[in-house]
C-alpha cells in the first residue's frame, strides 16, 4: 500500500483512481490509512464476498492455532466498463510499477 501511495500522483495523473480493499472493518482500515498516511479510499469487505468473487479467498493455517481465511494480496486495473486489463498476484502485486505502467500507457493510447 505505501507504494501504491507513493506512485499515487502518477496513478492519478493517468486517470486512475486507486482503492485499497481489505477484510478488515472500515474502522481499522480508517485508523490503518491514519496512521500509515494513505489518502486513498480503503474499503472494508469484511464477509469476504468480494474477496471470493475474485477468487483470493485462502486459508492461513498455523500448528495450534484454529484455521483463519484470508486474502491474497493483489492488484487489478479495471477499466471504466469494469474489464480487468492488468492483475497481479501474490509476491507480484507488492509492486505497483507495472500497474502505473499499463496506466500510463492506457493515457497514451498505446
Request: aromatic residues 8%.
Given at each position: 500500500?505505501k507504494a501504491f501511495q507513493s506512485n499515487l500522483q502518477k496513478?492519478?495523473?493517468?486517470?486512475?483512481?486507486?482503492?485499497?480493499?481489505?477484510?478488515?472493518?472500515?474502522?481499522?482500515?480508517?485508523?490503518?490509512?491514519?496512521?500509515?498516511?494513505?489518502?486513498?479510499p480503503l474499503l472494508g469487505d469484511v464477509g469476504g464476498g468480494?474477496?471470493?468473487?475474485?477468487?483470493?479467498?485462502?486459508?492461513?493455517?498455523?500448528?495450534g492455532w484454529p484455521a483463519l481465511e484470508t486474502a491474497r494480496?493483489?492488484?487489478?486495473?479495471?477499466?471504466?466498463?469494469?474489464?480487468?486489463?492488468?492483475?497481479?498476484?501474490?509476491?507480484?502485486?507488492?509492486?505497483?510499477?507495472?500497474?502505473?505502467?499499463?496506466?500510463?500507457?492506457?493515457?497514451?493510447?498505446?
Amino acid at each position: 500500500m505505501k507504494a501504491f501511495q507513493s506512485n499515487l500522483q502518477k496513478l492519478e495523473g493517468a486517470d486512475t483512481q486507486v482503492l485499497g480493499v481489505s477484510i478488515d472493518s472500515p474502522f481499522a482500515n480508517h485508523a490503518w490509512a491514519e496512521k500509515e498516511g494513505f489518502t486513498f479510499p480503503l474499503l472494508g469487505d469484511v464477509g469476504g464476498g468480494v474477496v471470493k468473487q475474485y477468487g483470493l479467498a485462502t486459508t492461513f493455517q498455523r500448528p495450534g492455532w484454529p484455521a483463519l481465511e484470508t486474502a491474497r494480496r493483489a492488484t487489478f486495473l479495471i477499466d471504466k466498463e469494469g474489464k480487468i486489463i492488468e492483475e497481479q498476484v501474490d509476491n507480484d502485486a507488492v509492486d505497483p510499477s507495472k500497474i502505473v505502467d499499463a496506466c500510463e500507457r492506457r493515457k497514451l493510447g498505446h
